[in-house]
């Protein structure tokens, strides 16, 4: 049996211990933000957070989140308002299929806070999602304007 928490809820699991996480929280838990992209890993449009980390939850095995915390796009809106990256994505018309996008947001949260205030080189360089739309532009201007809110003090 594993235990983890998701979303501020413990949940249980007993099957297949190498089902990869994205499938649990879209099957299991009924919480469907989460995408299927490439299933290696590669594309990030299943980005979570797990002990606060960005990771791609295509590839990490149910038998290696036990006991973790892991946060979702579902867990982003504290009292109903949006986080703050989530804003300024919609400020900036970042999406257009709109498919990646709680990936890249995921991502886009811890991004900031290892590279507070980057350029656009480390933004180049260090978010490594991937958008079929190629949205980049529009997300490279969003990533600056809520990196600029989170240094005014925005916490969601």
């Given at each position: 049996m594993i235990t983890l928490n998701v979303n501020g809820k413990s949940l249980s699991y007993d099957g297949d211990e190498d089902m990869p996480?994205?499938?649990?929280?879209?099957?299991?838990?009924?919480?469907?933000?989460?995408k299927y992209g490439c299933g290696i890993g590669q594309c990030g449009a299943c980005t979570v957070h797990i002990d606060g980390e960005a990771e791609r939850s295509c590839t990490i095995p149910m038998a290696e989140v036990g006991g973790t915390n892991i946060s979702t796009i579902e867990n982003l809106s504290a009292n109903g308002g949006l986080h703050f990256v989530q804003r300024v994505w919609i400020e900036e018309d970042v999406p257009q299929c709109?498919?990646?996008?709680?990936?890249?947001?995921?991502?886009?949260?811890?991004?900031?806070?290892?590279?507070?205030?980057?350029?656009?080189?480390?933004?180049?360089?260090?978010?490594?999602?991937?958008?079929?739309?190629?949205?980049?532009?529009?997300?490279?201007?969003?990533?600056h304007k809520a990196a600029k809110l989170q240094a005014e003090g925005a916490t969601s």
């Open positions: 996480l994205l499938w649990f929280l879209r099957e299991n838990a009924e919480l469907t933000g989460t709109g498919y990646c996008q709680s990936g890249q947001i995921m991502a886009t949260i811890t991004f900031l806070e290892k590279f507070p205030n980057p350029t656009d080189e480390d933004i180049d360089k260090y978010h490594t999602n991937i958008c079929r739309c190629g949205s980049y532009d529009n997300m490279r201007k969003a990533i």
